[in-house]
């Protein structure tokens, strides 16, 4: 029975490299930097191709240590050479989630539903993790790059002129109406490498669900390889504080002293905090942690545009990126660790991967 079904996924994982020629053709003008990839109903997707990179690469390696970064280890021993990002935030056929451009994002989702959304294409697909999130910021700020994105309303909030094509037709900068632009509709100073093949809209748009990190009652617990179940995710001895009780800004510490509401309360009540990224404190007693800094949730010399938002009571899941309405708080690094597992908005989506 094993061995049946590993043969079964091992037929579903292969399915994804199907060759045809649309893949040929995304691949040759992209100059391979993306490609076609198919779901187990044949469904495509168009997938930007991550291969492996090393901290030190980046110039990264006295903060985050030496080594393959962490999104090509799947828990299997040996690296991954390569992996697959949604060019587009995910957008939905049927029950399956796909990355597709000049397409309406798949928003008012919870966790749960967005996960299950990428895990129903078979064998390797996967809700975008924390890892794999990191990573490409990392690259991002390692090339002298951070990318902007839709961020005032069909807009960028910096720069007026780099606007999207609005989901329901309105004007770029018009506060009333649904602000998110359709997938990929931007410049190309929306996508992670300044080009028309990049990853687009990591910056603003909608949040963006991830995989592999969580708060419960403050304390942070996070997966230590890419995709690993969630059963496994390790406790860190590190804690969202706070520095007020009514609110304030968030600090990493050992322990929780100002908690925002109360332990084991879920919903979305209670007091929150919020602090740009790069201003965000630590406890004199806090110890760093190599896999918070890995994964751009504890600040180090690497400090990419956002804010973080945070409650340290109940379980909270991790959003990223930003909404079309945020502004400067939008970035790379804009965290929002204060809604429930089963929160869902409009200005909140997902993006599916492949490893």
């Known amino acids: 029975m094993a061995i049946l079904l590993n043969q079964h996924l091992s037929a579903l994982?292969?399915?994804?490299?199907?060759?045809?020629?649309?893949?040929?053709?995304?691949?040759?003008?992209?100059?391979?930097?993306?490609?076609?990839?198919?779901?187990?109903?044949?469904?495509?997707?168009?997938?930007?191709?991550?291969?492996?990179?090393?901290?030190?690469?980046?110039?990264?390696?006295?903060?985050?240590?030496?080594?393959?970064?962490?999104?090509?280890?799947?828990?299997?021993?040996?690296?991954?050479?390569?992996?697959?990002?949604?060019?587009?935030?995910?957008?939905?056929?049927?029950?399956?989630?796909?990355?597709?451009?000049?397409?309406?994002?798949?928003?008012?989702v919870n966790f749960d539903t967005a996960k299950t959304y990428c895990a129903n294409k078979g064998a390797g697909w996967h809700l975008m993790t924390m890892h794999e999130w990191a990573a490409i910021s990392l690259w991002c700020m390692a090339n002298g790059f951070e990318p902007r994105g839709n961020t005032n309303y069909g807009r960028a909030h910096d720069r007026y002129v780099e606007r999207g094509r609005r989901m329901d037709g309105g004007l770029p900068g018009d506060t009333a109406g649904t602000a998110r632009v359709h997938c990929g509709s931007g410049p190309d100073a929306w996508r992670h490498n300044n080009s028309p093949w990049g990853i687009s809209d990591l910056v603003g748009n909608v949040w963006e669900c991830l995989d592999g990190?969580?708060?419960?009652?403050?304390?942070?617990?996070?997966?230590?390889?890419?995709?690993?179940?969630?059963?496994?995710?390790?406790?860190?001895?590190?804690?969202?504080?706070?520095?007020?009780?009514?609110?304030?800004?968030?600090?990493?510490?050992?322990?929780?002293?100002?908690?925002?509401?109360?332990?084991?309360?879920?919903?979305?009540?209670?007091?929150?905090?919020?602090?740009?990224?790069?201003?965000?404190?630590?406890?004199?007693?806090?110890?760093?942690?190599?896999?918070?800094?890995?994964?751009?949730?504890?600040?180090?010399?690497?400090?990419?545009?956002?804010?973080v938002y945070m409650r340290n009571f109940g379980e909270r899941l991790p959003y990223r990126g930003g909404g079309w309405g945020v502004g400067s708080h939008a970035g790379l690094a804009a965290l929002d660790c204060s809604n429930s597992r089963v929160s869902t908005r409009g200005d909140i989506g997902f993006r599916l991967a492949f490893a």
């Open 13 to 108: 994982a292969a399915s994804a490299y199907i060759k045809d020629a649309s893949r040929h053709a995304v691949e040759r003008a992209s100059g391979g930097r993306q490609t076609v990839l198919y779901d187990d109903l044949g469904n495509p997707s168009v997938m930007n191709i991550i291969p492996i990179f090393r901290y030190e690469d980046l110039g990264y390696s006295a903060d985050m240590g030496a080594g393959v970064v962490s999104c090509f280890d799947v828990g299997t021993g040996a690296n991954k050479s390569e992996i697959f990002i949604g060019a587009f935030q995910s957008s939905l056929v049927g029950s399956r989630a796909v990355s597709l451009p000049r397409t309406d994002q798949a928003t008012s």
């Open 213 to 307: 990190f969580k708060l419960q009652d403050g304390q942070i617990i996070a997966s230590t390889f890419n995709t690993q179940a969630e059963a496994s995710w390790a406790a860190q001895a590190a804690y969202f504080d706070s520095t007020l009780t009514t609110g304030g800004a968030p600090k990493l510490s050992d322990s929780v002293v100002n908690q925002l509401g109360t332990i084991g309360d879920n919903t979305n009540g209670g007091y929150s905090a919020n602090e740009a990224f790069s201003a965000m404190t630590k406890a004199g007693t806090y110890v760093s942690n190599q896999l918070l800094k890995r994964l751009l949730v504890e600040p180090s010399t690497v400090l990419p545009k956002g804010r």
